[in-house]
């Protein structure tokens, strides 16, 4: 090991000082460029009430005024099993692996991954 | 010597990797509810930390201002309003202040065709259990209904409803407002493009990073399925969008359509439009204005819009579109439409 050491020229050092620093650094920006874990976040009345980890499949129950809204998380997907607004467009809604589900009249928001992106493909907001 | 140069170009090659990736301005997007609605905001950002912070102060600014003219909440300033509605002068804050003395603009402008008093209308209806008031119960209320009842001091930032009874609501105009608010903030926090989208008041600003502008979708009013969801794709940039529609919260019954729009000189919806959104370059001239259009209708509407030096696009009961000319060079009309 000395003798090889001792057998490389400043330039060589250099160069292997730089590699290993850019195969360290290549770890972070890897990282870095990697999808997060995903959060399931529950708003009621526009506060954040619970965060729940989308890998994790569970069932709960979220208080609201027009009463209690199941939802489940299932396989990095979420959907509200079970609600008690009067048109239940929030269980129609099915399962959602990313975006948002909405139940207004009990003011329950549940978010996926943080972002509520339903938008389609090309188009950066909608009005209406 | 040579140690010299390699040490150069070793230090530059240490330095590549660090110095690219970074700063690259990408699109960041968040979404949180506020005012009964989902809130979205976009930015143009260098980082996930930049996009986070000025993201979360703007929504802060929103939240705030939220608070401060909520109708359902017994805490805001608009309920302290409509509480002492006939009897004394309640102070507000700025923003209170603004965004009422917009309503007041635009219900002038509009020859009532936009009314913030529609309170006592509005509370009749619950489109979510689909409760109308009877025909009596409307004619009743008719008379709380006028803007000009609406009493505002300048100089001591009070506003006083002048008569018992009057309720205020500024669900029509406040969510554009206080996409203003926010997108002042982003600006003042050094963001230089992005879109603040409060439900369909939407403020959109600067260039996406490839340089092009941003696409707003304009929803189709009798959507069938899921790829009829728009009618319509507005190419732009610092403009403000706002749409009303008969849509968004409406109960069918005896197949007469009930929505939320209501026309504040009946006190029944307003029938002469399915949708109306207008394109301005000022905030001032899209929420509020987008409802006042949809109750005067497509000639009336036209003619608001005209002389606000604004554009828009109507579609009428009868599905026809009515555009101003600019239109044509910034929105692109779905196959079939």
């Known amino acids: ?128 | 010597m040579k140690t010299k140069v390699f040490l150069l170009f070793f230090i530059f090659l240490l330095a590549l990797p660090l110095s690219c990736g970074k700063g690259r301005p990408s699109i960041y997007k968040k979404t949180k509810p506020f005012m009964d609605t989902l809130v979205t905001i976009t930015v143009v950002a260098g980082s996930d930390e930049q996009a986070n912070r000025t993201i979360d102060k703007a929504f802060s600014v929103i939240e705030q201002f939220g608070d401060k003219i909520n109708f359902f909440s017994d805490k805001s300033e608009l309920s302290a309003i409509n509480r002492n509605a006939g009897a004394t002068p309640v102070k507000v804050s700025p923003d209170t202040l603004g965004v009422i003395e917009r309503a007041l603009y635009i219900s002038e402008k509009s020859n009532g065709a936009f009314d913030p008093t529609i309170g006592p209308e509005m509370n009749m209806w619950d489109f979510f259990k689909k409760i109308r008031p009877s025909d009596t119960a409307i004619k009743k209320k008719l008379s709380l209904i006028n803007y000009r009842d609406i009493i505002v001091d300048h100089d001591r930032s009070t506003v006083l409803l002048r008569r018992k009874g009057m309720l205020m609501d500024l669900g029509g105009i406040a969510k554009g407002y206080a996409a203003d608010l926010a997108l002042a903030n982003l600006k003042q926090n050094g963001i230089g493009a992005g879109i603040v989208a409060a439900a369909g008041d939407i403020r959109a600003f600067g260039l996406k990073p490839d340089g092009t502008l941003w696409n707003i979708g304009i929803k189709n009013p009798r959507q069938q399925s899921e790829a009829d969801e728009l009618i319509a794709k507005a190419s732009l940039t610092n403009k403000a969008i706002s749409t009303s529609g008969d849509y968004e919260r409406y109960f069918i019954e005896d197949g007469r359509r009930y929505h939320h729009i209501l026309d504040p000189k009946t006190g029944y919806p307003a029938g002469r439009c399915r949708s109306v959104t207008v394109i301005s370059d000022s905030g001032i001239f899209a929420d509020g204005f987008s409802t006042a259009v949809f109750v005067s209708g497509p000639e009336k509407g036209m003619e608001l819009v005209r002389e606000a030096g604004s554009d828009a696009v109507i579609i009428d009961k009868d599905g026809v579109i009515h555009t101003t000319p600019a239109v044509k060079g910034m929105v692109t009309f779905e196959s079939g439409h």
């Open chain 1, 1 to 128: 090991m000395k003798a090889v050491i001792r057998n490389t020229t400043v330039a060589d050092r250099l160069l292997f000082i730089f590699l290993i620093a850019a195969s360290v650094a290549g770890i972070f920006i890897s990282r870095e460029a990697m999808p997060k874990g995903s959060d399931v976040i529950i708003e009621i009345g526009g506060k954040t009430a619970y965060t729940f980890a989308l890998d994790t499949d569970r069932t709960f129950s979220v208080p609201g005024p027009l009463g209690v809204t199941i939802v489940e998380i299932k396989g990095r997907k979420v959907r509200v099993k079970e609600a008690h607004c009067h048109n239940r467009l929030c269980e129609k809604q099915g399962w959602v692996a990313r975006g948002a589900i909405v139940c207004l009249p009990n003011r329950v928001v549940i978010s996926v991954g943080g972002k509520a992106d339903n938008t389609p493909k090309g188009i950066d907001a909608i009005t209406g």
